[in-house]
């Protein structure tokens, strides 16, 4: 596979569920993002992890939390979640430090919190 | 801190007619710019950027966008558009060196036959 993979493509979830969101990238890549997509708002960054290690958190809610064993993958688990935290989740990777800027995003995971 | 406005948030345009889609910005310090493009059920997709160099950039797509860092705009253009055009699309700045896109709220660009 090439490019940025993410799973599930949709996921439904009770507010008392725990549920984890992955994301891959097969680029070489060495920062990863994620992002979040409500309608009528524009698209939100969550966190960004560089060469594994966190180095943003946008006051993202503890229920959000991400884990980043490796350069290649990043989880999302969901904790309690609300039902203002449905969305479209987005994964992107980057090549920092080298100029060739530009985020490649996967195609995300409709989340619905029921 | 930086902000991104697309002045549209729905465009409809004939097919084979040209189209513009508006993005400004505001920022104190110098910025990368880009153009991303989503469409249904899928996630975005870099159509061009804007690092350095020439003010026109030109992407995939038949796209082109034109920085003017005296208006502080960055405006796509294409000059005849197909169906298959029919997305979302997506204004985003990065402060240099910031690793941190902004984005607009999106225009959605419709194509009628």
């Known amino acids: 596979e090439t490019g940025v993979t993410q799973t599930p493509r949709h996921l439904v979830m009770g507010m008392t569920n725990k549920k984890s969101l992955k994301c891959e990238q097969h680029l070489g890549h060495n920062a990863m993002y994620w992002y979040k997509q409500s309608a009528k708002k524009p698209l939100e960054l969550m966190f960004v992890?560089?060469?594994?290690?966190?180095?943003e958190n946008n006051s993202v809610p503890s229920r959000f939390s991400p884990e980043c064993p490796n350069s290649s993958h990043l989880f999302l688990h969901l904790h309690t979640l609300q039902p203002e935290d449905s969305a479209l989740y987005l994964c992107a990777s980057s090549q920092e430090g080298t100029g060739n800027y530009g985020y490649t995003f996967g195609s995300g995971t409709r989340l619905t919190v029921v | 801190a930086q902000s991104v406005t697309q002045l549209d948030s729905q465009v409809p345009v004939f097919e084979e007619a040209p189209v513009e889609l508006r993005c400004n910005y505001s920022?104190?310090?110098?910025?990368?710019l880009f153009w991303y493009v989503q469409y249904p059920n899928q996630g975005l997709q870099l159509l061009l950027k804007y690092l350095s160099g020439s003010t026109l950039v030109k992407g995939i797509n038949g796209f082109e966008a034109e920085f003017n860092k005296s208006q502080t705009s960055f405006h796509l253009r294409k000059p005849s558009v197909h169906i298959s055009d029919t997305a979302e699309y997506f204004c985003a700045v990065e402060v240099q060196g910031a690793q941190k896109l902004v984005f607009g709220q999106g225009t959605r660009l419709t194509i009628n036959p």
């Open positions: 920022s104190s310090v110098s910025v990368y």
């Open positions: 992890y560089n060469f594994k290690e966190q180095t």
